[in-house]
Nanobody, 130 residues
Framework: QVHLVESGGGSVQAGDSLILSCVAS????????TAWFRQAPGKDREFVSIISGSGAATFYAASVKGRFTASRDNSQNSVHLRMNSVKPEDTAVYYCEAVLGPILPPSSRSRSNPNSYHYWGQGPQVTVSS
């Protein structure tokens, strides 16, 4: 079992950069693949990115590919999401979610399904103004 705590949300201007962090406790974090999801008011939770337990493999939603970068430091039990060139449509609550098993599943549907993950944090708010 792993406990996740996110940080780094806030209010920024369009075009700015922001880094979200997620620190885990309770288990060997490298055994967990970890994803970022986001949820805007009135919308379903949306997949953003996933990173393998080792950090060697990543996968991104088309809407953020090329702008967002996921990374992890297993020595610090942490994952990060660097958000560059943010847009107003990036405004949402962002959730760090994890599931036991370090390897990314081959199916993009499985990677992006929030029900595939068993642990999540409290979700910092990110607000991007134009």
């Amino acid at each position: 079992q792993v406990h996740l705590v996110e940080s780094g949300g806030g209010s920024v201007q369009a075009g700015d950069s922001l880094i979200l962090s997620c620190v885990a406790s309770g288990s060997t974090f490298s055994n967990y693949r970890t994803a970022w999801f986001r949820q805007a008011p009135g919308k379903d939770r949306e997949f953003v990115s996933i990173i393998s337990g080792s950090g060697a493999a990543t996968f991104y939603a088309a809407s953020v590919k090329g702008r967002f970068t996921a990374s992890r430091d297993n020595s610090q039990n942490s994952v990060h999401l660097r958000m560059n060139s943010v847009k107003p449509e990036d405004t949402a609550v962002y959730y760090c979610e994890a599931v036991l098993g370090p390897i990314l599943p081959p199916s993009s549907r499985s990677r992006s399904n929030p029900n595939s993950y068993h642990y999540w944090g409290q979700g910092p708010q990110v607000t991007v103004s134009s």
